[in-house]
């Protein structure tokens, strides 16, 4: 089992950037892929980037694809969330998970974050 805890939200005006942090405890970290995932107000949750365990090999969802970057320090058992030109649509809160497949659907992974949210203001 791992626990994971998001960090680094918050408000911001649009064009500007935020990197969430998304702690992990437990297990090997680096035996799981990571991902990102966001809900907003009265929306499914949906995917927004996922990272393999080691050779860092990463997925986008096409909203974010050239704004956002994951990455990971399996070191620090920490993921990133790195989000520039950040939009008013992009306001929700964000996921982190942890599963063994990467992949953009919700029920390949096992663990959650509580959550972060970020706000982005026009």
């Known amino acids: 089992q791992v626990q994971l805890v998001e960090s680094g939200g918050g408000l911001v005006q649009a064009g500007g950037s935020l990197r969430l942090s998304c702690a992990a405890s437990g297990r090997t970290f680096s035996s799981y892929v990571m991902g990102w995932f966001r809900q907003a107000p009265g929306k499914e949750r949906e995917f927004v980037a996922a990272?393999?365990?080691?050779?860092?090999?990463?997925v986008y969802a096409d909203s974010v694809k050239g704004r956002f970057t994951i990455s990971r320090d399996n070191a620090r058992n920490t993921g990133y969330l790195q989000m520039n030109s950040l939009k008013p649509e992009d306001t929700a809160v964000y996921y982190c998970?942890?599963?063994?497949?990467?992949?953009?659907?919700?029920?390949?992974?096992?663990?959650w974050g509580q959550g972060t949210q970020v706000t982005v203001s026009s």
């Open positions: 990272i393999s365990q080691t050779i860092g090999r990463t």
């Open positions: 998970a942890a599963g063994s497949t990467i992949a953009s659907l919700r029920d390949a992974y096992s663990y």
